[in-house]
């Protein structure tokens, strides 16, 4: 038998032991949830600029400002440092017993025996590294935005019941997304952080954000309110960039925040900063200067520098209401001063994409993905306006545009919540918290002290969770509080427009709709609750088992990932713990084989968008945990929902001791090429 994880975190080697044929998922993920001061004593060198001069190149890949002396972290990657590495450890694993020459080229390696395969190939897993690096950036830079909306809430509610005994206090800050760039900067969690002229390193054309703060810590653009972010003539940069007139432009965001821009996507007309009404209604109030960054795209000019060209759109979706796009790399070629339609001086800048870059445009990343479809009817190779025949609040579509007969998927009934086996006694009900209405006070409500004393959603969205655990106490139907309460988000049902849709090479999939932020429930794995024995033997090639282990995760055992503090709930009637922990193997098993719900479809990937959560809500047995899919990240719509299965390389053994393979077709940069 066989387990597979739910989740594989990229920063963790698998534990999974070799056990014979039976195809198992473990429901418990191995997502790295590493404390933040551990994070920081791992992060990466910041990147150190060359005093060299400045190449601009234009290739298939985009276009890059290259330095000819290449920084050190650059070169550590090249040569397999860094922490976000060990997946690539992982396809080195595979190439090695496939006969093939390790994708990571050694330093001692003559070059004539680097050939273009092995090269292309290390490239690959550089750039796989740096996307990585980036993402992980991202990952954690959610954390800490969600847990400083916590703090700001509880800080608002304290300022309120404040000022109802006319107490003085501290107002509240409205800006977490600041916060949580301090937080990042303090704990050395950013990437990119030095200025880099041109293509910035894990960041591909047409990446979008769901804010500017995404943006600085990332690198990308470095400033969260200037439109034009510049290296500036200090000391060091004068040194650093002694060839290159200072200030000098990296980025621009083009936002509509001035009322003379005009944008054609490959040509666009940008107005200097400075001398507009902050209060955003775009009217120019003041004459502009001949400074800072209306000065550093003058000498970009001159220097004949990219510029990096980010453009922002309406989106409600968005907490800042925008939704920003990476169009790729400009040039400035022309500028000019004139009066505005206001009457004042402005400054305009006539910038043009380079060629060679990727034929992504914001216009098309924002039809395309952006308003996306409206209804079914607009849907190409429809065969079924819900699958789950109106079980599901929202209906789930399916399309199928590969076969030469599309039909839907069949051989299963659909269920939307999980069943017991005939011979599994129901569990014990929770006891539930006391709390009116909706649970805030985290001392008093019986649910959140057993999260640890917080209460582990924030409300943006519709209901976030903050960060993964071992194990999320919600509120049950023994709890007085109300269908509102935050702690009951993974309870209301699909929240976001599901497609299953069959693909050319991994069967079915499942994309949204709509905008997914990170930490948002998306849908619960459901099926029939069995035993873990022998009598699964019968169910070998079934592919929807799931291995209800989330105490066998708590306490660490077979190489599994922990997330959390260790503790022993209690178990409230279920077997005891020396009974669950005795030959480290799960009592449960979740079968959706015959019967489940749009979960059921979701694919694997080596670079996932989604992670696995357990809860307890009806209950407080460890050994049947409810199991629940979550964004690990912003999804954007259209993007495949993924989860690493987490096989071990060669764990997979049939009846007769060979190995069994499958391949993994992806499509991730960091792919390990193999399922197991």
Not at 20 to 39: C, D, E, F, W, Y
Not at 261 to 271: A, E, G, R
Not at 345 to 367: A, E, I, S
């Amino acid at each position: 038998m066989v387990s597979r994880s739910s989740l594989r975190s990229p920063n963790v080697q698998s534990g999974v032991q070799n056990r014979k044929v039976r195809l198992v998922q473990r429901a418990s993920s191995r997502i790295t949830t590493r404390t933040h001061s551990q994070n920081a004593l791992n992060a990466a060198p910041t990147i150190k600029k060359s005093s060299t001069k400045v190449k601009v190149m234009a290739t298939d890949k985009g276009v890059t400002a290259t330095i000819k002396k290449v920084s050190k972290r650059s070169k550590e990657f090249a040569h397999g440092r860094g922490h976000l590495l060990h997946v690539e450890e992982d396809k080195m694993e595979v190439m090695k017993e496939e006969g093939r020459a390790p994708a990571i080229v050694s330093k001692a390696a003559a070059p004539k025996q680097q050939t273009v395969e092995v090269v292309a190939e290390a490239q690959m897993l550089a750039e796989g590294a740096e996307a990585q690096r980036v993402k992980e950036a991202l990952r954690e830079f959610n954390t800490l935005y969600l847990e400083a909306i916590q703090e700001e809430d509880k800080r608002a509610a304290a300022a309120a019941a404040a000022a109802t005994k006319k107490e003085v206090g501290k107002r509240p800050s409205k800006r977490p997304d600041l916060k949580a760039i301090t937080k990042m900067n303090n704990l050395n969690l950013s990437v990119n952080s030095g200025k880099i002229i041109g293509a910035v390193p894990g960041v591909h054309v047409g990446q979008q954000f769901l804010s500017r703060a995404e943006m600085v810590i990332i690198g990308l653009h470095q400033h969260w309110l200037n439109g034009i972010n510049y290296i500036g003539a200090t000391k060091s940069a004068r040194n650093e960039f002694s060839h290159l007139q200072l200030p000098i432009a990296v980025s621009i965001v083009m936002s509509g925040g001035y009322e003379d821009d005009v944008d054609n996507s490959d040509d666009l007309i940008y107005t200097g900063q400075g001398g507009n009404n902050l209060t955003g209604d775009r009217r120019q109030i003041k004459d502009q200067e001949m400074t800072k960054g209306n000065l550093a795209l003058v000498h970009s000019m001159e220097f004949q520098t990219p510029v990096r060209v980010v453009r922002g759109h309406a989106n409600k979706l968005s907490y800042t209401g925008k939704l920003y796009t990476y169009d790729g790399i400009y040039q400035v070629y022309d500028h000019w001063t004139e009066k505005g339609i206001s009457g004042f001086r402005v400054f305009k800048y006539k910038l043009r994409r380079l060629p060679g870059q990727p034929d992504l445009t914001t216009q098309q990343v924002f039809f395309a993905r952006g308003k996306l479809i409206d209804s079914a009817a607009e849907l190409e190779g429809l065969v079924s306006k819900d699958i789950s025949d109106g079980m599901e609040r929202i209906p789930v579509v399916a399309s199928n545009t590969v076969d030469d007969n599309p039909c839907p998927p069949t051989d299963y009934t659909y269920m939307t919540a999980s069943k017991l086996s005939p011979d599994i006694p129901k569990r014990k009900p929770a006891k539930g918290c006391s709390c009116k209405g909706v649970c805030t006070d985290t001392e008093k409500c019986s649910c959140a002290r057993l999260n640890g004393n917080v209460i582990p959603y924030v409300h943006n969205h519709g209901g976030r969770l903050i960060k993964a655990m071992d194990v999320v106490y919600e509120c049950g139907p023994n709890c007085s509080c109300g269908p509102e309460c935050v702690n009951r988000t993974s309870q209301n049902g699909l929240q976001y427009r599901l497609e299953v849709f069959k693909t050319t090479n991994k069967g079915w999939g499942v994309r949204s709709w709509d905008y997914i932020p990170a930490g948002a429930p998306i849908c619960e794995y459901v099926g029939t609750i069995r035993h873990n024995d022998d009598r699964l033997e019968s169910m070998l090639d079934n592919m929807y088992i799931f291995e209800l282990d989330m105490l066998q995760t708590m306490w660490g055992m077979e190489g599994r990932q922990r997330r959390g503090e260790k503790v022993i709930p209690p178990l409230d009637g279920g077997p005891d713990i020396d009974q669950t922990s005795e030959g480290h193997s799960p009592l449960f098993v979740l079968d959706a084989g015959k019967g489940g719900n749009v979960s059921r479809f979701l694919n694997h990937s080596c670079e996932p968008n989604v992670f696995i959560q357990c809860m307890l809500s009806d209950h407080h047995d460890v050994t049947m945990p409810r199991i629940v899919m979550c964004a690990a990240e912003n999804i954007h719509p259209m993007q495949e929902l993924c989860y690493d299965y987490g096989y071990a390389l060669n764990s997979v053994v049939a009846a007769d001791g060979t190995v069994k393979e499958v391949p993994c077709y992806c499509g991730s940069l960091i792919c390990r090429k193999r399922m197991y």
